[in-house]
C-alpha cells in the first residue's frame, strides 16, 4: 500500500509539470528552439546525478532520497507558479530533475529490496499508483483551467500545496526496506556522495560493461528516446489539430484511469516471458503509433490510440527496469538503476535536442508530424541494429563456451 500511495504522490506534481511547461513557455513567447534547449536541460541535469544518487541510496537508505526526490517536486511547481520569464522556468526545470533523480532509479530499488520474485507483476502495481496520480493531477488541471478559467500559473501553485501535503505524509508513513547488510559502510556520508560525484563515469563504466546489463541498457536509449518525444511534444501535436489545452488532460486521465486496472497484468508477462522479448515487441509496438498519433483528426480516436502506446511503453519500462533488478547484485542494485537512470536522461536528452535545428526557424505546431514521422524510422531502425547486435553477441557466447568444453573434453581423454 505504501508504494501506491508512493506512486500517487511521486506523479501527481510530475505530470501537471510535464503537461503545461512546453505550452507555458510559448504563451510567455518563447522561442521555439529555446523550448526545446529548456526541456532538454532536465534530462542533461539528470545524467550527471543519477548515478551517484542511486549509489547514495545504497549508504542511507531509500526513504531519504525519495522524500527529497517529492520535495524537489514541490519546489518546481512552486517556481512555476511564479514563472513569468524563461529562467524562472529553468529554475523550476532543474529542481524537477534534481528530484526525478532521487525519486525514480531509487523507487525500482526499492521495490528491488521487497520483492525477489514477481518483480514486473509489483511494478504493475506501483504504476496502478502513478495512474491515480495522473488522473488526479489531470482532474485538477481540467476543473482549474476549463471550470475556473485560471491561468496556468495558478495550477502550478495548486499542485504545489497540494504536492507539500504529500511530502508530509510520506515523511511519516514511508517506511525503510534497505536492510542493514545490503547497505555500503562509509566512514562519512557526505564525503561518500562527494567520491560518488567524482567517480560517476568510472562507476557507470563499470557497470556498463557488463553483458546482462549493456544490451538493456541499450534498449533502455530506445525507450528513453520514444517516450520523451511524447512527454515534450504530445501536447503540441494535441493544439495543432485544433483541440483546447484542457484536452491534453483529457486525454491523459482518461488514458490512465482505462490502464489502471492492466497494469499488474503487464507486470505479469514480463515476469512469464522473461524482459528481453517484451521489451522488443512493444519498442516495434510504440512506435508505429506515432504515425497513427499523426493520422488521426478526432479526438476520441487519439484518446485510443494514447492508450495503446502508453500500454506498450509501459511493459517495456517494466522489462528494463524488471532486467536490471534480476542482473545486478543487492548491494549493487542502487548504483545498476542509477546507471539505467543515466542512460533514460541521455536519450531523453538526446531526443529533444536532434530536432532543435528545425525549431530554430519553425514555431513546434508547424514541424510536430515530420518530427513524429522520423521518430519512428529511428526507433525502428534502433531497434533492428540493437537485436542484429544482440544475437551477434550471444552466438559469439555460445561458441565460445562449446570451444572450451571441446577443449576441456579433449583435455579429458588425454589425461586418461
Given at each position: 500500500?505504501?508504494?501506491?500511495?508512493?506512486?500517487?504522490?511521486?506523479?501527481?506534481?510530475?505530470?501537471?509539470?510535464?503537461?503545461?511547461?512546453?505550452?507555458?513557455?510559448?504563451?510567455?513567447?518563447?522561442?521555439?528552439?529555446?523550448?526545446?534547449?529548456?526541456?532538454a536541460?532536465?534530462?542533461?541535469?539528470?545524467?550527471f546525478?543519477?548515478?551517484?544518487?542511486?549509489?547514495?541510496?545504497?549508504?542511507?537508505?531509500?526513504?531519504?532520497?525519495?522524500?527529497?526526490?517529492?520535495?524537489?517536486?514541490?519546489?518546481s511547481?512552486?517556481?512555476?507558479?511564479?514563472?513569468?520569464?524563461?529562467?524562472?522556468?529553468?529554475?523550476?526545470?532543474?529542481?524537477?530533475?534534481?528530484?526525478?533523480s532521487?525519486?525514480?532509479p531509487?523507487?525500482?530499488?526499492?521495490?528491488g529490496?521487497?520483492?525477489?520474485?514477481?518483480i514486473?507483476?509489483?511494478?504493475?502495481?506501483?504504476?496502478?499508483?502513478t495512474?491515480?496520480?495522473?488522473?488526479?493531477?489531470?482532474?485538477?488541471?481540467?476543473?482549474?483551467?476549463?471550470t475556473?478559467?485560471?491561468?496556468?500559473?495558478?495550477?502550478?501553485?495548486?499542485g504545489?500545496?497540494i504536492?507539500?501535503i504529500g511530502?508530509?505524509f510520506?515523511?511519516?508513513?514511508?517506511?525503510?526496506?534497505?536492510?542493514?547488510?545490503?547497505?555500503?559502510?562509509?566512514g562519512s556520508?557526505?564525503?561518500s556522495?562527494?567520491?560518488?560525484?567524482?567517480?560517476?563515469?568510472?562507476?557507470?563504466t563499470?557497470?556498463?560493461?557488463e553483458?546482462?546489463?549493456?544490451?538493456?541498457?541499450?534498449?533502455?536509449l530506445?525507450?528513453?528516446?520514444?517516450?520523451?518525444?511524447?512527454?515534450?511534444f504530445?501536447?503540441?501535436?494535441?493544439?495543432s489539430?485544433?483541440?483546447?489545452?484542457?484536452?491534453?488532460?483529457?486525454?491523459?486521465?482518461?488514458?490512465?484511469?482505462?490502464?489502471?486496472f492492466?497494469k499488474?497484468?503487464?507486470?505479469?508477462?514480463?515476469?512469464?516471458?522473461?524482459y528481453?522479448?517484451?521489451i522488443f515487441?512493444?519498442l516495434?509496438?510504440?512506435?508505429?503509433?506515432?504515425?497513427?498519433?499523426?493520422?488521426?483528426?478526432?479526438?476520441?480516436?487519439?484518446?485510443?490510440?494514447y492508450?495503446?502506446?502508453?500500454?506498450?511503453?509501459?511493459?517495456s519500462y517494466?522489462?528494463?527496469?524488471t532486467?536490471?533488478?534480476i542482473?545486478?547484485?543487492?548491494n549493487?542494485?542502487?548504483?545498476?538503476?542509477?546507471?539505467?537512470?543515466?542512460?533514460?536522461?541521455?536519450?531523453?536528452?538526446?531526443?529533444t535536442?536532434?530536432f532543435?535545428?528545425?525549431?530554430?526557424?519553425?514555431e513546434?505546431?508547424?514541424?510536430?508530424?515530420?518530427i513524429?514521422?522520423?521518430?519512428t524510422?529511428?526507433?525502428?531502425?534502433?531497434v533492428?541494429?540493437?537485436?542484429?547486435?544482440?544475437?551477434?553477441?550471444s552466438?559469439?557466447d555460445?561458441?565460445?563456451?562449446?570451444?572450451?568444453?571441446?577443449?576441456?573434453?579433449?583435455?579429458k581423454?588425454?589425461?586418461?
Amino acid at each position: 500500500m505504501s508504494l501506491v500511495i508512493l506512486g500517487i504522490i511521486g506523479v501527481f506534481p510530475l505530470v501537471i509539470f510535464m503537461s503545461y511547461v512546453g505550452l507555458h513557455l510559448e504563451d510567455i513567447h518563447t522561442a521555439a528552439w529555446l523550448i526545446a534547449l529548456i526541456l532538454a536541460f532536465r534530462n542533461i541535469y539528470q545524467i550527471f546525478l543519477r548515478v551517484p544518487l542511486g549509489q547514495f541510496s545504497q549508504i542511507v537508505g531509500r526513504k531519504p532520497l525519495l522524500i527529497v526526490g517529492i520535495s524537489c517536486y514541490t519546489i518546481s511547481l512552486f517556481f512555476m507558479s511564479l514563472a513569468y520569464h524563461w529562467i524562472i522556468v529553468l529554475v523550476a526545470i532543474t529542481f524537477l530533475a534534481i528530484g526525478m533523480s532521487c525519486f525514480w532509479p531509487v523507487l525500482f530499488a526499492y521495490i528491488g529490496d521487497i520483492e525477489k520474485e514477481n518483480i514486473g507483476q509489483l511494478q504493475g502495481r506501483v504504476f496502478q499508483g502513478t495512474d491515480i496520480g495522473t488522473i488526479l493531477g489531470s482532474l485538477l488541471a481540467v476543473l482549474l483551467l476549463k471550470t475556473f478559467h485560471v491561468e496556468l500559473q495558478v495550477l502550478f501553485g495548486w499542485g504545489a500545496g497540494i504536492s507539500l501535503i504529500g511530502v508530509i505524509f510520506m515523511s511519516f508513513f514511508l517506511p525503510e526496506v534497505l536492510q542493514k547488510e545490503d547497505r555500503l559502510e562509509v566512514g562519512s556520508k557526505m564525503k561518500s556522495l562527494g567520491k560518488a560525484f567524482t567517480e560517476t563515469f568510472r562507476n557507470l563504466t563499470k557497470i556498463s560493461k557488463e553483458k546482462k546489463l549493456r544490451i538493456i541498457y541499450l534498449l533502455q536509449l530506445c525507450i528513453g528516446f520514444l517516450e520523451y518525444i511524447i512527454t515534450a511534444f504530445f501536447p503540441f501535436l494535441v493544439v495543432s489539430k485544433g483541440f483546447s489545452d484542457d484536452s491534453v488532460s483529457t486525454i491523459f486521465w482518461i488514458s490512465s484511469g482505462v490502464l489502471i486496472f492492466f497494469k499488474p497484468f503487464f507486470g505479469k508477462l514480463v515476469d512469464k516471458f522473461s524482459y528481453k522479448i517484451p521489451i522488443f515487441v512493444t519498442l516495434i509496438f510504440s512506435s508505429t503509433m506515432l504515425v497513427f498519433m499523426v493520422i488521426v483528426d478526432t479526438l476520441p480516436w487519439l484518446i485510443v490510440i494514447y492508450i495503446l502506446f502508453s500500454a506498450s511503453s509501459l511493459t517495456s519500462y517494466i522489462g528494463v527496469n524488471t532486467g536490471t533488478t534480476i542482473e545486478s547484485k543487492p548491494n549493487q542494485r542502487g548504483i545498476a538503476l542509477g546507471a539505467l537512470g543515466f542512460y533514460v536522461s541521455l536519450s531523453r536528452s538526446v531526443s529533444t535536442l536532434t530536432f532543435s535545428p528545425i525549431l530554430l526557424t519553425n514555431e513546434v505546431s508547424s514541424v510536430i508530424e515530420p518530427i513524429f514521422i522520423a521518430t519512428t524510422i529511428l526507433i525502428l531502425s534502433a531497434v533492428f541494429y540493437i537485436n542484429f547486435f544482440h544475437n551477434f553477441l550471444s552466438n559469439n557466447d555460445k561458441e565460445s563456451k562449446n570451444k572450451f568444453l571441446t577443449i576441456k573434453i579433449k583435455n579429458k581423454k588425454e589425461k586418461s
